[in-house]
């Protein structure tokens, strides 16, 4: 099929696919709905590899609650660049975590409904993502603030009374971390390239103060160039890398010591998910340290702090279990928001203390996208090679920044934006 090509082909040809990385764990093709005594397999394929002990509990409450049914957990590396090569063939398990890379206009091809919008509307949040002309590919595993994780007791050491509200503020407050702490001011992540997207396709909304942003940059010939919210965003990174403010040796970075050295006041601030804060806290001494805020951008006199899914889960069409797959991810939903430290996507669910909001701060949700936007995203990262949920093109930032690279940061602003056309152009728009 076309669109299993395709994606093989953008995983292969784009400049890089980064996202959580995994332990490897039991497989279990699609095709082993049941054996010969009637008894049932579900495989589910996730991205998270450090949640076994968790899963299992999982396992264990819907075995017994289903006799006669067996659950496998297979936790996957480098899971998005993995799956699209395993979507390529049927045996991508029986229930899944819908990885990135596939859009939209390709859900009827991979994905088994989950229902109608107006059948799940009332109880599941967060469904725009997977709404296809009314049709519901899947349910969103919990639901995220986008911005950064920050410790405020080393912020109070370097003199920082307030959140930062514009880049400028933003990097002199990590100019005040190293110049009165022994902080790391920001650290970068740069070997878990996953993290580097929050700075690709995450803060863009929060930075253009414009909840139609990522829609509009689809067909947007400026979108890598001074002033765009890409542009802007990426230069946060460029900037506190050439000015020092990062880790001495970025290439040797270490996503698990990040966590226990902001846990401990040896880091000042790191851009990711809300989904952090609760794993960095269970790190922490002091645990009411460790707090969350907006990207540095103010508009109208507010700052935004964009809600949006984490991953979300989906019934591989191949398998032969579709029923109790789909049942399996209604009780996954329910559960592992809360063991994840995320915000759960059933309507109605209270929101975490440290998103509560003032007068200066406003919770917003991405407009959804249509299928004909999905398709032409989806061209314009297939031509031009720029995949936004991919991490490895982001490390030629952090190289420019460490004078590894002879680009300057515009220069390779510039080459990108030429791609980004080109791949517009092929939409015909």
Same mark, same amino acid.
């Given at each position: 099929?076309?669109?299993?090509?395709?994606?093989?082909?953008?995983?292969?040809?784009?400049?890089?696919?980064?996202?959580?990385?995994?332990?490897?764990?039991?497989? /279990?093709?699609?095709?082993?709905?049941?054996?010969?005594?009637?008894?049932?397999?579900?495989?589910?394929?996730?991205?998270?590899?450090?949640?076994?002990?968790?899963?299992?509990?999982?396992?264990?409450?819907? /075995?017994?609650?289903?006799?006669?049914?067996?659950?496998?957990?297979?936790?996957?590396?480098?899971?998005?660049?993995?799956?699209?090569?395993?979507?390529?063939?049927?045996?991508?398990? &029986?229930?899944?975590?819908?990885?990135?890379?596939?859009?939209?206009?390709?859900?009827?091809?991979?994905?088994?409904?989950?229902?109608?919008?107006?059948?799940?509307?009332?109880?599941?949040?967060?469904?725009?993502?997977?709404?296809?002309?009314?049709?519901?590919?899947?349910?969103?595993?919990?639901?995220?603030?986008?911005?950064?994780?920050?410790?405020?007791?080393?912020?109070?050491?370097?003199?920082?009374?307030?959140?930062?509200?514009?880049?400028?503020?933003?990097?002199?407050?990590?100019?005040?971390?190293?110049?009165?702490?022994?902080?790391?001011?920001?650290?970068?992540?740069?070997?878990?390239?996953?993290?580097?997207?929050?700075?690709?396709?995450?803060?863009?909304?929060?930075?253009?103060?414009?909840?139609?942003?990522?829609?509009?940059?689809?067909?947007?010939?400026?979108?890598?160039?001074?002033?765009?919210?890409?542009?802007?965003?990426?230069?946060?990174?460029? &900037?506190?890398?050439?000015?020092?403010?990062?880790?001495?040796?970025?290439?040797?970075?270490?996503?698990?010591?990040?966590?226990?050295?902001?846990?401990?006041?040896?880091?000042?601030?790191?851009?990711?998910?809300?989904?952090?804060?609760?794993?960095?806290? &269970?790190?922490?001494?002091?645990?009411?340290?460790?707090?969350?805020?907006?990207?540095?951008?103010?508009?109208?006199?507010?700052?935004?702090?964009?809600?949006?899914?984490?991953?979300?889960?989906?019934?591989?069409?191949?398998?032969?279990?579709?029923?109790?797959?789909?049942?399996?991810?209604?009780?996954?939903?329910?559960?592992?928001?809360?063991?994840?430290?995320?915000?759960?996507?059933?309507?109605?669910?209270?929101?975490?203390?440290?998103?509560?909001?003032? /007068?200066?701060?406003?919770?917003?949700?991405?407009?959804?996208?249509?299928? /004909?936007?999905?398709?032409?995203?989806?061209?314009?990262?297939?031509?031009?090679?720029?995949?936004?949920? &991919?991490?490895?093109?982001?490390?030629?930032?952090?190289?420019?920044?460490?004078?590894?690279?002879?680009?300057?940061?515009?220069?390779?602003?510039?080459?990108?934006?030429?791609?980004?056309?080109?791949?517009?152009?092929?939409?015909?728009?």
């Amino acid at each position: 099929m076309i669109f299993r090509k395709q994606i093989a082909l953008l995983m292969a040809g784009a400049l890089a696919v980064g996202t959580l990385v995994g332990c490897g764990g039991s497989k /279990e093709s699609a095709d082993a709905g049941s054996d010969s005594k009637g008894n049932k397999t579900l495989t589910v394929l996730t991205h998270r590899t450090d949640m076994d002990n968790v899963f299992k509990g999982y396992k264990e409450e819907f /075995e017994k609650a289903h006799p006669g049914v067996t659950v496998n957990f297979e936790a996957v590396n480098d899971y998005q660049n993995t799956l699209s090569t395993r979507m390529g063939t049927e045996d991508y398990g &029986d229930v899944l975590m819908m990885p990135a890379n596939i859009t939209k206009n390709q859900y009827k091809d991979f994905y088994e409904p989950m229902g109608t919008y107006d059948e799940l509307k009332d109880k599941y949040g967060y469904l725009d993502n997977v709404n296809v002309d009314g049709t519901v590919y899947g349910l969103a595993t919990g639901v995220n603030a986008i911005g950064f994780v920050y410790n405020e007791a080393v912020f109070k050491k370097a003199g920082i009374e307030k959140n930062p509200t514009t880049p400028e503020e933003y990097i002199a407050d990590l100019k005040l971390i190293k110049e009165k702490t022994d902080a790391i001011p920001y650290y970068t992540n740069y070997v878990a390239d996953w993290s580097l997207t929050n700075f690709s396709n995450t803060i863009e909304i929060e930075m253009a103060g414009d909840t139609d942003y990522m829609n509009k940059l689809v067909y947007d010939k400026n979108t890598f160039l001074p002033g765009s919210a890409i542009y802007d965003s990426l230069k946060l990174l460029h &900037d506190a890398v050439k000015e020092g403010l990062v880790e001495d040796d970025p290439m040797t970075s270490d996503w698990e010591y990040s966590k226990q050295a902001m846990a401990d006041g040896k880091i000042g601030v790191m851009c990711l998910g809300s989904w952090a804060v609760g794993q960095i806290k &269970d790190l922490s001494k002091n645990p009411d340290d460790i707090k969350f805020m907006p990207a540095p951008a103010i508009h109208d006199g507010k700052q935004m702090i964009q809600i949006s899914p984490d991953y979300n889960m989906g019934v591989n069409i191949h398998s032969k279990n579709k029923e109790l797959a789909k049942e399996f991810v209604k009780y996954f939903v329910e559960k592992y928001p809360e063991d994840s430290n995320m915000i759960s996507s059933i309507v109605g669910a209270k929101l975490p203390d440290y998103l509560s909001t003032d /007068e200066n701060t406003e919770l917003v949700q991405a407009v959804p996208g249509t299928t /004909e936007s999905a398709k032409d995203f989806d061209t314009v990262q297939k031509e031009s090679l720029i995949n936004l949920a &991919d991490g490895t093109w982001i490390k030629t930032i952090i190289e420019i920044g460490l004078g590894n690279n002879n680009q300057t940061f515009d220069e390779y602003m510039q080459s990108l934006n030429k791609a980004w056309v080109s791949g517009i152009e092929a939409t015909g728009k």
